[in-house]
């Protein structure tokens, strides 16, 4: 990877002192070439975890002499978190760089434009960690497949530990985008179908990094909920916990949040931890499985650090790439999307299938409760949700997608 | 009433944090006139400086409150740097291009800081000695909110006593009301610069260093408060301490009420705010009226008819142009669409930027209003393509005529940081409205509306290429029409204009309506383009690209646009693919451009090949 970069350096070095700037290609080698882009200078926290991880399945499978016969390639690009970009760099990796499919991506919108790229040119791209679920659904499309479980399927999980708190008066904290909307969208149906007697008393919306932790702690201590639904994450996600922290509102009042258990997270908080929170996250220091077990003990030789959520999805991502090349024993367009509806493949989390009826993968999340050992923070009473059982039927999901998407 | 006096004291400290960023910003303003993209990037280095600095040490109030200061002094030193080694060079040529040095830096730093702390958010511990909350009518507020409450006022009164009281301070009060007198009487400028310019990066970083108790460091902390420092900085009126004191007060409370009151719209309310008090006076809350105006471009010569050699030049190059498609490849075509719709871009900015000496920090706005009438046309009527085209520069240049009523009334950076404002609050809508605008996610699927014949990556170059160069000509022959001159007139003397029977608020009102619709009119081109919209059209940072490519191919003459355009969209695209540090490259690039070509790419050449007649 790094050689390859260092080459396409060169190249452009010498194409540009040749008048030539857009010429820069690489020799053309025998090899399976994959497009990847992802919000590297944005977001490094994800996507450097994220990167090893992808790094690491690429090692391994060249290691075993390839596929087909023929060694894997990745074109790697940094989009800036600005999608117009990454519509530019995939028009790049598959008119020049000539790569055979599309994968990658963290930012929703991101996610959304790469797919309609593909839509539009016919390329299969396999979307890494963007969770909208209009990804595979409302905006699906027949050459788009995602791999995380989306806002939908960890609200899900999610409403199943919150139906059985005897809280009546939720309060909700969410960014407000659409990533925060829908995810508070599906937690109210999906908490109201179960329990028909909660009600919804407050609602903070805060610009997404903007949150003004003393002012929304108190709006929602005056509302008196009985529970919170916390969305927030990333820089707002501490100042919340530790505002809340400070005035009491935590652990006092439970929550329920998306996301805070992953280790992203999790180790920012540190010994801030809000103890009790049900979230869902990857808890990787306590994962026995013998999946699990092999990819984090290779992981941890490889790099001398443990194995991040991004670093699980970029190396899952990539398997289930390279399962579907071998199946399909091709690398046409059509092929790939044959092989990968329905592919069946192995991840650190255990078994893990495409839908065939939504492109969406069954792959699950840990769902747990928050604590402090060690002034770290960890899940503790956690279990696998896996993703097939937080998924609506294969009939209503076919409704939910555009007719063009399920041919 | 306990959540009133809680959310008062939440308002308050936040006010105080607000005001130490925007109080040094707001001096180095008044003394150097350098509007400091960079401003944010010391506050940033504060807070990674005093996270490492007390997390290393024990955890003693002495300790940490030392550590404290010792980053915001070593942030002091980093801020001399910038201005020994950068602004210094520079202080010459027009402001603007402070102002794009000082981006450049920020560029720099935010590469350097990923490279040094590494990608990771980090959270200090809470504040020895101040962990605890304390209980005020009913309400826990925590004692070390308090104290940040409490340095907002007291660096307040120390700097009062500085400036009103102290040798030093007679030197910045001089400079900031007459730079040249003051030189004149043998005042050492350089000294007073780089001091000023350490006081305030001093106070940046210090409040950076006072946050991390409250909330993570991390990468993007110094965009983020850059944007509310100007907010308050110009709702206080630029150059002054105490308006900023008041100002950051007033964001401060609307941060707090605001969110209570209205969660959902706190976004757009500062803005709105902002456009309110600069609508009711136009220099701020207590700023005075600068003469002469900040974002005055130096007079320059007339526009000379270009030698025949270079009319050979242009017809070769567009030559080359049209033939592109049958000697490139596809991705290269799209990049030479993109260089077209970002010339056409630049070339509208320049239009009320150039000409008419209009300087706009917003022209995402119009872009993306261009933009966003496409997809929504789409979206909802089931607009054909030839349509939805046409409507786009309507609207925006509908948009650019509302709004420059009002935006017109101000002058220089506070015109400039209402265009801002505009297109902030169009861009929250596009965000937060998801009903409406598709939210973050976006519209897509535009391409599906393109008639076949353009469905190729080259016929739709072919496309852009007439439009672009049909619009370039048409705003050439407004610049070189009595229209073009009179605008030329109002910027270069407003006095004399009127006095010759120019009406120059309307004239200039004209210009910015112009560049607004052919704004909107690349936005609608780029939205084909993509084939999807997103909010990010309408975001800082495409206002940020249509400024840098005017300034880098230079802004007196009428091809410097589309040079720059050329220049920075190879540069920037490349260079994103090529590196995982595009910013570290991109901001030397910047810097030394800056540095080397202080009139621009084109108008060094017109200078250096002046002989060529």
Redesign the interface.
């Known amino acids: 990877m790094t050689t390859r970069r260092h080459l396409l350096i060169a190249s452009a070095a010498v194409g540009a002192a040749a008048g030539l700037p857009f010429t820069a290609q690489s020799q053309r080698n025998s090899a399976i070439r994959i497009g990847e882009i992802n919000s590297y200078s944005t977001i490094p926290q994800f996507t450097l975890p994220y990167r090893m991880g992808w790094q690491l399945a690429v090692e391994e499978v060249n290691a075993a002499g390839g596929l087909l016969g023929r060694l894997v390639e990745v074109v790697s690009r940094d989009d800036a978190g600005k999608p117009e970009d990454a519509i530019r760099l995939a028009t790049e990796l598959v008119s020049s760089e000539k790569v055979a499919l599309l994968t990658g991506t963290f930012l929703s919108n991101v996610g959304l434009a790469v797919a309609d790229f593909a839509l539009r040119n016919r390329v299969v791209f396999v979307a890494a960690e963007p969770l909208t679920d209009a990804l595979v659904w409302e905006k699906g499309n027949r050459y788009t497949f995602r791999l995380r479980p989306s806002t939908y399927m960890q609200s899900a999980m999610l409403v199943e530990e919150a139906a059985k708190l005897p809280a009546k008066r939720w309060a909700v904290i969410a960014p407000n985008y659409e990533y925060g909307q829908s995810a508070v969208a599906n937690f109210k149906q999906l908490l109201k179908a179960k329990r028909p007697d909660v009600e919804f008393v407050a609602e903070q919306w805060p610009a997404l990094g903007k949150l003004e932790a003393s002012s929304t702690v108190q709006a929602i201590i005056a509302a008196r909920p009985d529970a919170i639904f916390n969305v927030t994450f990333g820089a707002d996600l501490p100042r919340l916990v530790r505002e809340g922290n400070l005035r009491g509102l935590f652990p006092r009042v439970p929550v329920v949040s998306l996301l805070s258990g992953e280790p992203e997270y999790l180790d920012v908080l540190k010994d801030e931890t809000p103890k009790g929170w049900i979230v869902t996250g990857y808890p990787w220091s306590q994962i026995s499985t013998p999946e699990h077990s092999k990819f984090f003990n290779t992981y941890y030789k490889r790099y001398n650090d443990y194995p991040r959520l991004g670093s699980v999805v970029g190396y899952s991502t990539f398997t289930a790439i390279f399962e579907a090349i071998r199946k399909a024993k091709s690398l046409d367009a059509e092929q790939l999307i044959g092989a990968l509806r329905g592919l069946q493949w192995s991840t650190p989390f255990g078994p893990a299938q495409f839908r065939a009826v939504d492109h969406q993968s069954t792959m699950g999340a840990y769902v747990g409760k928050l604590d402090v050992r060690d002034g770290k923070g960890v899940m503790v009473d956690w279990r696998y949700a896996d993703g097939a059982q937080y998924l609506p039927s294969p009939a209503e999901a076919t409704k939910q997608r555009p007719h063009e998407a399920q041919k | 009433m306990d ?1 009133i006096v ?2 008062l ?3 308050l ?2 006010g105080s944090t607000l005001f130490l960023v925007s109080a040094g910003l707001t001096l180095i303003f008044g003394v150097t006139r350098v509007v400091n993209f960079a401003h944010g990037s010391l506050y940033m280095i504060g807070a990674y400086l005093a996270y490492t600095i007390t997390t290393h040490w024990s955890a003693t109030p002495i300790n940490f409150f030392g550590g404290l200061l010792l980053a915001a002094l070593l942030v002091a030193i980093v801020g001399a740097l910038i201005e020994v080694v950068v602004l210094r060079r520079i202080y010459a040529s027009p402001e603007i291009f402070q102002l794009l040095a000082t981006f450049g830096v920020l560029l720099i730093v935010q590469d350097v800081t ?1 490279a040094l702390w590494g ?5 200090a ?2 504040a020895p000695g101040l962990r ?2 304390v209980d005020i009518a009913g ?2 507020v ?1 004692q070390y ?1 308090l104290f940040v409450l409490l340095v907002g006022p007291l660096v307040y009164a120390l700097l009062w006593w500085v400036i009103n009281r102290t040798r030093w301070g007679v030197w910045v009060r001089a400079a900031s009301q007459d730079r040249e007198t003051a030189g004149a009487l043998g005042l050492n400028e350089p000294w007073l610069f780089t001091s000023v310019f350490a006081l305030g990066a001093f106070l940046a970083g210090l409040a950076g260093a006072l946050q991390i ?4 460091v ?4 110094d965009l ?1 408060i850059l944007i509310e420092a100007f907010v308050v900085v110009v709702v206080g009126g630029l150059g002054s301490v105490t308006g900023a004191l008041w100002a950051a007060l007033l964001i401060g409370m609307l ?3 605001g ?2 009151w209205l ?2 719209s ?2 757009v309310l500062i803005f709105l705010v902002m456009s309110v008090v600069l609508i009711v006076r136009p220099y701020g809350l207590l700023g005075r009226p600068i003469t002469p105006p900040v974002s005055r471009l130096q007079a320059h010569a007339p526009f000379v008819a270009p030698a025949p050699i270079w009319r050979a030049v242009g017809a070769v190059v567009l030559i080359a142009a049209i033939a592109l498609p049958w000697l ?5 075509i ?2 030479a669409t ?1 260089i077209c719709i970002a010339a056409l871009l630049a070339a509208s900015l320049h239009f009320g930027m150039g000409l008419g000496g209009i300087v706009s920090f917003g022209h995402a706005a119009f872009f993306g209003l261009g933009a966003y009438t496409v997809a929504l046309a789409i979206k909802y009527i089931d607009a054909p393509f030839a349509m939805a085209l046409l409507m786009a520069p309507i609207m925006a240049g509908a948009a650019a005529l509302l709004v420059g009523r009002v935006v017109l009334r101000s002058h220089g950076v506070y015109a400039a940081m209402l265009t801002l404002a505009f297109a902030q609050i169009l861009w ?1 809508t596009a ?2 409205w ?1 009903d409406f605008t ?5 519209v ?2 535009l ?1 599906s509306v393109l008639p076949k014949v353009l469905s190729s ?1 080259a016929a739709y170059y072919i496309a852009v290429l007439t439009i672009v160069v049909a619009s370039l000509v048409m705003l050439r022959k407004m610049a070189l029409a009595p229209f073009g001159f009179s605008l030329r007139a109002a910027r270069d003397s407003e006095l004399r204009a009127e006095a010759i029977g120019i009406d120059t608020h309307r004239i200039r009102w004209l210009a910015f309506s112009v560049g607004g619709a052919f704004a909107g009119l690349a936005g609608a081109l ?1 939205a084909f383009h ?3 919209v ?4 309408l975001s800082i ?1 495409v206002s940020v690209d249509a400024l840098l490519m005017v300034l880098i191919g230079g802004v007196q003459t009428l091809v410097g646009p589309v040079i720059g355009a050329v220049a920075y969209h ?1 540069l920037s ?2 260079l ?5 540090h ?2 570290l490259f991109l901001g030397l690039a910047i810097v030394l451009l800056v540095v080397a070509f202080p009139e621009g790419i084109a108008g060094f050449a017109r200078r250096r090949f002046a002989k060529v007649r």
């Open positions: 959540l809680g959310q004291f939440a308002g400290s936040y990923l990608p990771n958010e980090l959270f511990p809470r605890g909350s309400a826990l925590p909110s108790p409250r909330e993570t991390n990468l993007q902390m983020a941060h707090a009420f969110n209570w969660p959902q706190t976004l490139i490849g596809d991705y290269a799209v990049i993109e929250s965000i937060q998801v598709g939210g973050d996610n976006g897509l699927g391409w990556a780029s993509k084939g999807s997103f909010p990010t059209t940072p190879v695209t490349e994103t693919r090529l590196t995982d595009w910013r």
